[in-house]
Structure formats: C-alpha cells, structure tokens
C-alpha cells in the first residue's frame, strides 16, 4: 500500500552534542557527517531517523523540534511500494552524489541540515 503525502513516518529522539563538545572532538569523527544543527550543539538522530539515504529530490522531509529533542519525518509526496524513503543532506555532500546529473548541480545553501519540507503547508 503506497504511503499518502504528509504522512508522519518517524519520530526519532536525538542524542544533542554541546558545541563545546562538538569543537573539541565530534567534528573529527565520522559522526560530522551524519548530524543536524542544532539550537544548542550538534544532534544525532537516533531510531530510523539515522537510516535515511540521501536523495536531492527527497521524497521524506524534516522538522526539528527544539523544545522536546526529537526529529519528525514527514513524506513531502505520495510514496510507491517498495520506493526507498531519502531526505536530503544538503549540499556540502562528503561523498559523490549518484543522483547529480552534474557535478556544479547542487541544492542551494542548505548544507545546514535545515528543516526541509518543502510543498508541506502548516
């Protein structure tokens, strides 16, 4: 059965990272390249939030929630049987993008993990 557009798919709380903390060691692991900005430091998504592939044209969007320390996973479009769910990474990308049809293509400015969920009216 196909997923409907703006369906929740996941709530993932977040292990936060203080920014001193983050300075100090986590930018030089490999955990730089698979945290979100956030409010007070760096997060990693915890749960299916961290299983997410990127895709330039995400099918699954993003909204952090500040206040509770989770991430909320929305579907931005209706989703096929057995299509992969992607959200986008931005565009600082640490590996090559196989869904670039060029490589100058690219996002924007969005290599901040910002909230992406475009075409989802509140």
Not at 26 to 31: K, Y
Request: some cysteine; aromatic content about 12%; hydrophobic content about 40%.
């Amino acid at each position: 059965m196909p997923i409907p557009a703006r369906t929740l798919i996941e709530i993932s709380p977040i292990l936060l990272f203080p920014h001193s903390e983050y300075q100090t060691h986590g930018r030089f692991t490999q955990l730089d390249h698979y945290t979100y900005c956030w409010k007070d430091g760096y997060a990693l998504a915890l749960g299916l939030g961290s299983m997410f592939n990127h895709d330039k044209q995400p099918n699954v969007g993003f909204m952090r929630d500040f206040e509770n320390q989770l991430i909320r996973y929305v579907t931005l479009r209706a989703i096929a049987v057995d299509e992969e769910l992607c959200i986008s990474y931005g565009a600082n990308l640490w590996f090559e993008d196989a869904s670039m049809d060029h490589p100058a293509d690219s996002l924007s400015d969005n290599d901040n993990n910002e909230d992406w969920l475009m075409n989802i009216e509140p």
